[in-house]
Structures are given as C-alpha cells and as structure tokens.
C-alpha cells in the first residue's frame, strides 16, 4: 500500500536524479578530448591530382579545400569533388599563387558554390593567377589574408592554426616574393590529432617557424613540404615534427624527379613512415580526436 507521504516524495526523487543526470551528462568529458564533436570525425584526403597539391578536409559538416592543383588536372579535380558529393566548398585556402596550387581553383569557384577564400596576399602576373583574382572578385566571394598566429574553424571541432608566413615576406636575391618560402602553413587541431600542411614551405620557413613556434609543430602527421624537393624537410624541422607519418602529393614520373632521394633518406632515418599519391593514389587520414587510421586508393 502507497502511503500519503511516498505519493509526495516520488516526484521529488525522481526530478532530483534527472537534475543529476543531466549535470553529469554536461560536466564529464570521460576520455574525450576537450573542443571536439564526439558525434563525428576529421576526414582529411591528399587527393591524387598528379604534379600538384590539392587536399580535402571534411569535418563537422564543412567542405574545406587546402589548395587545388594545376591547370592540367581541373576536370580531375571537378571529378573527383562531384564524386564526393560536394556541391559547396565552405572554405578554400591558397597557400601561394604557383599554377601546381591554385591551377585549379577558377574551375572550383565557378562549378561549385565556395563561401570564403584566402591566400597569403602574394600576387604575380600569371594568367592563372590573374583569373583566380577576378573570378573571386565577379562571384563577390568574401576573401581574407592569412598570416601567423590566424586560425580558421573548419567546423566539428577542429581548426587550422596558421604557422606561417610572417610578415616581412621573404625575398630572393633579385627582390622578387619568394613565392614557396611564403607558403601558408596550417597545423590542423582536433582533440589530440593534427596534421601539418605546408605547402612548398622551404629551407628558410622551416627555420623561421623552429624559431617562432617550437613545440607547436609536433604533429601526428605531416604533408611534405615543396612535393619532397631537396629545398624543403630539413632535418631540424622533421625532428621538431616528429610525426609518425608523412604523405608527399606529386605526380608520376615528373619532370622535377621529385621526390629526392635525400629527401626520402631524412624521413627514413626520422622513422617517418612514407605515403605517395603517385604510388598510393589518394591518401586518406581518418580521426575521431583520439586516434586515426590513413588508407590508400591503391593497396
């Protein structure tokens, strides 16, 4: 029998374990990484796009685009997007105007709808380049500069922390931009996971961002700097990575032999374990925040 005052208690009980349940449910974290949607996942893919950089990142429901590979390779670039299903690119990122970076990205802003644009601000007066800017300018796409100390959300949690170029942009002997040296550099953070993209960041970048930002290279991966020419991945700057892998994107038999032998013989001796989009095809890193997992188009 259910005495008065048990019919007056129960619903007090029972709110006070909701109440607790949910205070529960919001303060712990468990083993979960602090800033990162539990719900989802980083898919980061080096796409094969031959003698060229061009790499997709999906996480948390955006499309984001770390440059868009040469000319030649547009419509496989076009191809491969529409056969991921991607009809809006959230976010493009330029790392520097050479045609193997940015020969793609007219075809990308005009077939597909992008929402936000950035580059480093170097210009030349390639026709590439040219038709880059004003197709930017045409569609009205919002566009931003990225320098160090940046960051960009790319949703889901994670972010890309920009490591380079800092102002004043190097030169070379003739005065001209030093277009490679100041590449953007992007760390991507989610959870305990990060990725290096460093464009052709070469032999003086590398210095520069040992000297400005220390720990904060160790990343768990690393995309090769400059497709794996001798100019770039000095050894001081591979050790202040200390990534577990290293992906090169470059084309089948290119012209630049790319990548060097010496280049291959330093992440060798670095234990850095090696993926090729010329021998591997696409390259995919998967990770929830804790752990990750990197497959090959080509087994």
Avoid at 6 to 11: G, K, L, V
Avoid at 30 to 43: E, H, S
Avoid at 197 to 206: I, L, N, P, R
Wanted: hydrophobic share 35%.
């Amino acid at each position: 029998m259910i005495t008065w005052f048990q019919r007056q208690i129960r619903p007090v009980a029972v709110c006070l374990v909701l109440i607790f349940t949910i205070l529960a449910a919001g303060c712990s974290t468990g083993n979960r990484p602090a800033g990162v949607d539990t719900t989802g996942q980083v898919v980061v893919k080096v796409l094969d796009i031959g003698q060229g950089d061009a790499i997709l990142i999906r996480s948390g429901g955006q499309v984001t685009m770390i440059d868009t590979g040469d000319t030649p390779a547009k419509e496989k670039l076009a191809a491969i997007l529409s056969k991921e299903g991607i009809t809006t690119v959230d976010k493009l990122i330029l790392t520097h105007p050479h045609s193997d970076h940015i020969g793609g990205a007219t075809t990308v802003l005009e077939r597909f709808t992008v929402k936000q644009v950035y580059d480093s601000g170097q210009t030349t007066t390639t026709a590439t380049y040219r038709k880059y800017m004003q197709t930017v300018e045409k569609k009205k796409i919002p566009f931003t500069l990225l320098a160090a100390g940046d960051t960009v959300d790319i949703g889901g949690g994670a972010s890309l922390k920009i490591l380079s170029p800092k102002k004043p942009f190097f030169t070379e002997d003739n005065g001209q931009l030093d277009l490679n040296n100041n590449s953007i550099v992007a760390k991507l953070i989610f959870g305990s996971f990060s990725m290096l993209f460093t464009g052709d960041a070469e032999k003086q970048s590398e210095l520069q961002m040992i000297k400005n930002n220390g720990s904060e290279l160790k990343s768990s991966v690393l995309k090769v700097g400059h497709h794996g020419s001798n100019t770039s991945s000095t050894p001081e700057f591979l050790k202040a990575v200390a990534a577990e892998a290293a992906i090169i994107s470059l084309g089948e038999g290119n012209d630049y032999h790319h990548p060097h032998p010496g280049t291959l013989k330093k992440l060798e001796s670095q234990k850095y374990k090696i993926y090729r989009t010329d021998r591997s095809g696409t390259v995919t890193v998967t990770s929830d925040g804790r752990t990750y997992t990197i497959g090959k188009e080509k087994e």
